[in-house]
């Protein structure tokens, strides 16, 4: 417990009395909740990027050598990779080449009996495969006649095969060609211990071999964007009402080394010119989700971005002199004409050329990532001397309305220079968090939260230790206490990102995360944290009212919707002294006495504070109510609440239904107003 709580002013027998001016807040933008995307975790690759196919395009890096990983031969087959004269594109200058083995050895499994050779792939630790529309393609360089047969086919149960499709053969000597398929699986597989295989009748060759290049496979996606999102990982955000996306990413977008960063211009066009990345989380990256379907994914979900570009230093200290800063500089303009520039501009008409004519709006642009914690303090220093004032000064120059972010916080020791603002990276223990409650009130320059979560446990060991295993959920009702301290400062901080936001139970370095998945959509799981982001996020505030009463353990703001004409109260409980519930009298200025309101209140159903929705177990702790409440006599609201709760109340008045528990595989529904 924190000492400060033995010291509570107001004896706990008495109501809090909170009192709620109708004026004299802080307009805020209404769009205060978004997540940070960086592909941690395999959460883009084997994530959210919809693809099923690992290694699809044998991509490969100094960092992370050429392999067969994923792939396996079928039937009498042998695989080699290949570097042809001729190769599919300079970006992707490796195939895979497919030939039968010279031997009257026993054909490997999964041969079907009918002499076919191939390739299988076992995907990102397995494949779901469901009674829907695939969509396939797959380059072939070398003679054939006679059909490919591309197979969804259980990887437990030899020849147990869901979904066939046979594909003409369109194949020629010396020459690429692109073949493209749909694939229904006739049946659900009960796991997804599936994989994908391509095969043919190698009697078909006009030669010994085939090579094989860019094997894509996408299940339905989100939206039906192609080369989209998956669709129960995206849908999983989506219910969150965010706001903001801030991409791509922290450490993704320095890279290990001043010539490995993230070059977005790599990013675009057709996927076989896409070359891929030494991703910085220990695996090749394949490009797929590149800026395009980063600002796709934004339009769709209707969020604002905030885009981070390269500023001159790499995760390996590596620092480009002041000197040789400008073209990085021009990127970067470029970068943001590619995104919001007219399409008859240089960048604008590349933009247009990949279907996108109308511009992207963008606000926002923040220089580099953590430029405090890479290089040392030579490259703070840099960042503070040349680095930052280089870059905002051009990006205000060409772009006056867009607002520039420092990497850094003014609590780094930045003296932000004006008009920029600061980025601050709050992982803490929930202790920590719920005493920086008030750090932004009397903060005169303005700052996103660019990521945020409570990590370790009150009395940890900090970064020498494990983070938790899940979010749990003292630590989500810590984070709530500070989501509600960056509200109340919503005038000058336009956005709070949850950070890393998505984890691969199969592949991992950062165990705490709003959302968990796996191969298997079953096994996409909300945590509690995702269930606080969700509740405040989905009742925006515009302007922050003025509240009298005491705080503490009581955590609170008030404010208003005056698109709903309506006035919200976001709290926390965070800890009391002895475990006893909190009451509450709160009052809004001219709220009449008999007016309602609805009143959500989140809790914990198992009552160990460390508790934690796990998706091995298929369980959820968070125990949800709601309630309608009604102003007495003297026009206030009067409920307790319990001891490390969250609660949400809302004048607006749509249906109400009470819930004591909610399922963290499910998206909330119409239990919430």
Not at 40 to 48: C, E, L, P, Q, T
Not at 155 to 169: K, M, N, P, Q, W
Not at 357 to 363: E, I, K, R, S, V
Request: proline share 7%; hydrophobic share 35%.
């Amino acid at each position: 417990m924190r000492s400060f709580i033995l010291s509570l002013a107001l004896p706990l027998a008495n109501a809090f009395t909170i009192n709620v001016a109708s004026s004299g807040g802080n307009a805020t933008s209404g769009k205060q909740y978004g997540f940070l995307h960086e592909d941690i975790n395999n959460s883009g690759d084997g994530g959210i990027y919809a693809e099923l196919i690992r290694n699809r395009a044998f991509q490969y890096s100094d960092a992370y050598p050429l392999s067969l990983d994923g792939w396996r031969p079928v039937g009498n087959a042998k695989l080699n990779t290949s570097r042809l004269d001729e190769p599919l594109s300079d970006a992707l200058p490796v195939s895979v080449n497919v030939s039968p083995r010279k031997s009257n050895c026993t054909p490997r499994r999964g041969a079907a009996g009918n002499g076919n050779i191939g390739l299988l792939n076992e995907g990102w630790w397995g494949m779901a495969v469901e009674e829907k529309t695939y969509t396939g393609s797959f380059w072939v360089y070398g003679g054939y006649e006679g059909v490919f047969t591309a197979e969804l086919r259980s990887d437990l149960e030899e020849d147990v095969v869901f979904g066939s499709v046979e594909i003409e053969s369109e194949a020629q000597e010396g020459k690429w060609v692109e073949h493209t398929f749909e694939l229904v699986p006739e049946s659900n597989a009960p796991n997804s211990n599936n994989t994908f295989a391509l095969t043919f009748d190698p009697a078909g060759l006009t030669d010994d071999s085939l090579n094989f290049n860019l094997i894509s496979l996408f299940p339905p996606t989100y939206k039906n964007r192609k080369n989209g999102l998956r669709v129960d990982i995206a849908e999983a955000l989506a219910q969150l009402h965010p706001s903001m996306l801030r991409f791509p990413g922290g450490n993704m977008l320095e890279g290990e080394t001043n010539k490995t960063y993230w070059d977005w211009k790599d990013t675009l066009g057709p996927l076989k010119d896409r070359p891929g990345f030494p991703g910085v989380w220990g695996y090749q990256q394949t490009h797929g989700l590149g800026l395009v379907e980063y600002l796709e994914w934004a339009q769709d979900m209707d969020l604002d971005i905030v885009i981070g570009v390269w500023a001159g230093l790499a995760l390996n200290g590596d620092i480009t002199p002041k000197d040789e800063l400008q073209p990085f500089i021009d990127d970067a303009l470029n970068q943001i004409e590619f995104i919001r520039g007219p399409a008859d501009s240089t960048w604008g008409s590349v933009r247009a050329s990949l279907g996108h004519p109308d511009p992207w709006p963008l606000h926002y642009v923040e220089v580099g990532n953590e430029d405090w914690l890479a290089g040392g303090d030579a490259g703070w220093e840099s960042y503070q001397e040349y680095r930052f004032p280089m870059f905002m000064k051009a990006i205000r120059e060409a772009y006056p309305d867009i607002t520039v972010i420092s990497s850094g916080a003014t609590s780094d020791g930045y003296d932000i220079p004006a008009p920029g603002i600061g980025d601050y990276h709050p992982y803490r223990e929930p202790d920590a968090l719920v005493e920086e409650f008030d750090m932004f009130d009397n903060q005169p320059i303005g700052h996103i939260i660019g990521e945020v979560a409570a990590t370790h446990p009150n009395g940890g060991i900090g970064w020498d230790g494990d983070l938790m295993p899940f979010p749990w959920w003292i630590g989500s009702v810590g984070e709530a206490v500070s989501l509600i301290g960056y509200e109340r400062n919503a005038d000058r901080i336009p956005a709070t990102c949850y950070a890393p936001v998505l984890r691969s139970m199969d592949r991992w370095q950062w165990a705490v995360t709003l959302v968990q998945f796996a191969a298997d959509p079953k096994l996409t799981t909300r945590s509690t944290s995702w269930y606080v982001w969700e509740l405040f996020a989905a009742h925006p505030m515009t302007h922050t009212l003025p509240a009298e009463g005491e705080l503490d353990p009581l955590f609170y703001v008030s404010g208003t919707n005056e698109d709903k004409q309506s006035f919200i109260w976001k709290a926390a409980v965070y800890n009391t002294t002895d475990h006893a519930d909190v009451p509450v009298s709160l009052s809004f200025e001219g709220v009449e006495p008999g007016t309602k309101a609805t009143l959500t209140v989140l809790t914990n159903i198992e009552g160990d504070p460390y508790a934690y929705n796990d998706p091995h177990e298929g369980n959820n702790i968070v125990g949800s109510t709601v309630t309608t409440v009604e102003a007495g006599d003297d026009g206030a609201f009067e409920f307790e609440l319990p001891e490390l709760s969250v609660a949400l109340l809302d004048t607006a008045q749509e249906d109400v239904q009470a819930r004591d528990t909610i399922d963290a595989r499910e998206p909330s529904k119409s239990w919430r107003a």
